[in-house]
């Protein structure tokens, strides 16, 4: 499910708006799914989401891809679910925090 919506975040940062977004942070943040031994980049300095690793990123999360997809649905607090240890954080986290900017930026073309 989790490849699913970062296919829809890869088809939403090909937009023109989705590359607007991504030139707000112009970062690249990589998501690690343990449970699923899953690895995902959000690469906003190129405009691209993939299935894989990248080896600097400015930031790592790392979570269960239940979590990943509660917290992409709306249904989870970020804050809350780093709180509670659910959300593990490494790297910059001001690019972190920009983060939610940016989906927000392709919810309509994400449909999260």
């Known amino acids: 499910m989790a490849e699913a919506l970062f296919n829809k975040m890869a088809q939403a940062l090909a937009t023109p708006a989705g590359q607007a977004a991504a ?3 112009n970062e690249v ?14 690469d906003l300095k190129a405009g691209k989401a ?6 600097d990123p ?7 891809e239940k979590v990943f997809l509660e917290l992409s649905s709306g249904k989870a607090d970020p804050m809350g679910l780093f709180m509670e240890g659910k959300i593990e ?9 920009k983060i939610g900017k940016v ?3 392709l919810e309509k073309e994400i449909k999260m």
């Open 23 to 25: 030139k707000k942070i």
């Open 29 to 42: 943040i990589t998501y690690e799914f343990p449970d699923t031994g899953a690895s995902y980049v959000m």
């Open 50 to 55: 993939y299935k894989g690793t990248f080896d």
């Open 58 to 64: 400015a930031c790592t999360f790392k979570m269960d």
């Open 89 to 97: 954080l490494d790297g910059d986290t001001d690019i972190a925090m």
């Open 103 to 105: 989906l927000k930026a």
